[in-house]
């Protein structure tokens, strides 16, 4: 029974301050009431938090955009993440992709021109199908987790005290207004007529006005308390900067890693298909070697470099090349196959002369070896000073 007696009242003192917040609120928004504001100091803190907030959410939510664009899967690794499950594994756009090839290239007969490319191509695809499984892990695991532990863990934990300030702020406010419509009612007692009602009343309002004082000293503390609690939660926003920084440094090295592997993979790639013609001879045509053209290859001269020591050079002064009179010296950068007796196979890292020939395609130089002469692919070559 007095559990329950104990329950009963509880649950009265709770549903009084609840309607006591309310009253205060609403009298605060129709302008019948004063309002406590908070610091400078903490009201910026505040808008900093709500700031990192909306924008480390945005940025989360765009990059697992980025990492998966498919929002079936999305949506389905959401599922097992919240029923602490791990997904099955699902094979990549750039791993089917390859699959597919490779599965074509071999029904075309890898001892095909076709065939083998496809297989090659394929190949590649596949090989960056797994950078690109590697690059989300590692993205998800430095970059997107601790953005993600923020928004679940020490933003709420900010906002669950920032609702309780609010609450204390409304009973601070509560109490002044009590305090005042008590010094009211006691000023207004001392004011009337009988001696007897006027003895009464100041007595009555002088003990209200002594309470209420005493309520309000209780609330100022308690708000005053929580302020400083919520402030001090509110400072760490700036190592949670600090954090993210570092988890974008790291996301940054991953992409980094990630264009340098498939680069290079296309590089190899573009190597290893140079031995075949893009068109074969057909009614006297003449076959054109597979180069890649000049403006579609210069990257620049500087090096890509990433994290992992990877160094990838592109060839440079091409069309140095192209536009230089008379002869020059040129480096080959890797191998290739002459389709055909019109043009000189090459070894990487020889040095061979080479100059240009008027009506001469733009993408190709006329190379010299000793009594050997043959059109090579400028994209093969890098000019010596």
């Given at each position: 029974m007095n559990i329950m007696d104990f329950n009963v009242k509880k649950l009265a003192a709770d549903a009084g301050t609840f309607l006591s917040r309310a009253v205060q609120f609403t009298e605060e928004k129709l302008g019948q009431a004063e309002k406590t504001e908070l610091d400078a100091h903490l009201e910026n803190l505040l808008s900093k938090a709500e700031c990192t907030k909306i924008w480390t959410e945005k940025i989360m939510k765009q990059t697992e955009v980025l990492l998966q664009p498919n929002p079936n899967a999305r949506i389905e690794e959401f599922v097992y993440e919240k029923l602490d499950r791990k997904a099955p594994s699902r094979i990549n756009n750039p791993e089917l992709l390859g699959q597919y090839m490779i599965d074509a290239g071999t029904e075309f007969g890898p001892g095909t021109a076709y065939g083998n490319a496809l297989i090659k191509c394929g190949e590649t695809q596949k090989r960056i199908g797994t950078a690109d499984r590697e690059l989300i892990q590692t993205s998800a695991l430095n970059f997107l987790t601790p953005l993600r532990n923020f928004i679940e863990g020490d933003y709420k934990t900010i906002a669950k005290e920032r609702k309780l300030l609010q609450n204390k702020r409304l009973d601070l406010d509560?109490?002044?207004?009590?305090?005042?419509?008590?010094?009211?009612?006691?000023?207004?007692?001392?004011?009337?007529?009988?001696?007897?009602?006027?003895?009464?009343?100041?007595?009555?309002?002088?003990?209200?006005?002594?309470?209420?004082?005493?309520?309000?000293?209780?609330?100022?503390?308690?708000?005053?308390?929580?302020?400083?609690?919520?402030?001090?939660?509110?400072?760490?926003?700036?190592?949670?900067?600090?954090?993210?920084?570092?988890?974008?440094?790291?996301?940054v090295e991953a992409q980094?890693?990630?264009?340098?592997?498939?680069?290079?993979?296309?590089?190899?790639?573009?190597?290893?298909?140079?031995?075949?013609?893009?068109?074969?001879?057909?009614?006297?045509?003449?076959?054109?070697?597979?180069?890649?053209?000049?403006?579609?290859?210069?990257?620049?001269?500087?090096?890509?470099?990433?994290?992992?020591?990877?160094?990838?050079?592109?060839?440079?002064?091409?069309?140095?090349?192209?536009?230089?009179?008379?002869?020059?010296?040129?480096?080959?950068?890797?191998?290739?196959?002459?389709?055909?007796?019109?043009?000189?196979?090459?070894?990487?890292?020889?040095?061979?002369?080479?100059?240009?020939?008027?009506?001469?395609?733009?993408?190709?130089?006329?190379?010299?070896?000793?009594?050997?002469?043959?059109?090579?692919?400028?994209?093969?070559?890098?000019?010596?000073?």
């Open positions: 509560a109490a002044k207004t009590r305090l005042k419509k008590a010094k009211a009612a006691e000023t207004r007692a001392s004011q009337l007529n009988s001696a007897r009602l006027e003895g009464d009343n100041i007595m009555i309002w002088a003990e209200e006005v002594t309470k209420s004082e005493q309520e309000l000293r209780i609330t100022q503390s308690e708000f005053d308390r929580q302020a400083e609690i919520t402030r001090l939660l509110l400072e760490g926003i700036s190592s949670t900067h600090a954090h993210h920084l570092r988890c974008l440094n790291d996301f980094m890693t990630y264009y340098a592997q498939c680069y290079q993979y296309m590089l190899d790639l573009q190597k290893q298909l140079g031995s075949f013609p893009s068109n074969y001879c057909n009614n006297n045509q003449t076959s054109v070697a597979p180069a890649p053209s000049a403006s579609s290859n210069v990257i620049g001269s500087s090096a890509l470099t990433s994290t992992s020591g990877l160094v990838i050079t592109s060839p440079s002064n091409l069309i140095d090349l192209k536009e230089c009179s008379g002869s020059r010296k040129a480096r080959v950068l890797y191998d290739y196959d002459a389709a055909n007796s019109s043009e000189l196979s090459l070894l990487a890292d020889e040095v061979i002369t080479v100059f240009s020939v008027v009506g001469m395609d733009s993408d190709w130089l006329m190379g010299e070896r000793g009594n050997q002469k043959g059109r090579v692919p400028i994209t093969y070559l890098e000019l010596l000073n």
